[in-house]
């Protein structure tokens, strides 16, 4: 039995980017396999997009973060402003998803129109364990998790109060740009 997840997603921080980005991610179990496929329009041009799963460890339901999340009132809901209501970064969408390693360059870079396509088929087994390691659990819960797209270009000013920087990437890397909800269906 073929078990099937999708989330619209849609902008977030999109009238401080100047963009409306928006897409669609499916995600199906399948076996020991998750297959795992993502498309997104009117991004920034020629950026890389780091996207992940975020959620509560505690299998509480995460939900989207929203203007209402921007708790300094800098106009922008940034990395930490998230974690409230989405929870943490769980599952990167990269090169290796089951690596669980998430500040890398091997995420998807958009085109010079701003779209770019994901998809990757995920070995279940390896993924669990290394959720679990991380988390405490093998349970994925993709129903109580959200999506969220990051990445704005070095060149769009940020405010100083916009957090969110990991490691040696800064706040452009980590801004999130868009969310959506998985829903199974």
């Not at 203007?67 to 990167?92: I, K, Y």
Request: charged share 30%; net charge negative; hydrophobic share 35%.
């Amino acid at each position: 039995m073929v078990e099937k997840y999708e989330a619209d997603i849609v902008a977030i921080n999109g009238e401080k980017i100047g963009k409306n980005p928006h897409g669609k991610a499916t995600f199906s179990v399948n076996g020991n396999n998750l297959d795992i496929k993502i498309s997104m329009d009117d991004t920034p041009e020629n950026t890389q997009h780091w996207e992940h799963f975020h959620g509560f460890p505690d299998g509480k339901d995460a939900q989207i973060a929203t203007a209402a999340q921007d708790a300094n009132g800098d106009g922008f809901v940034d990395l930490p402003e998230t974690e409230p209501v989405s929870g943490t970064t769980m599952v990167p969408f990269n090169d290796q998803p089951e690596e669980m390693n998430i500040p890398n360059d091997e995420y998807p870079v958009s085109d010079d129109k701003g779209h770019f396509d994901y998809e990757r088929v995920v070995p279940l087994d390896i993924l669990e364990k290394k959720f679990k390691e991380a988390f405490g659990d093998t349970e994925l819960n993709l129903d109580k998790r959200v999506i969220y797209i990051h990445g704005v270009p070095d060149s769009l000013e940020l405010p100083v109060s916009v957090g969110g920087a990991v490691g040696d990437y800064d706040a452009h890397t980590t801004l999130p740009i868009a969310v959506g909800k998985i829903k199974r269906v």
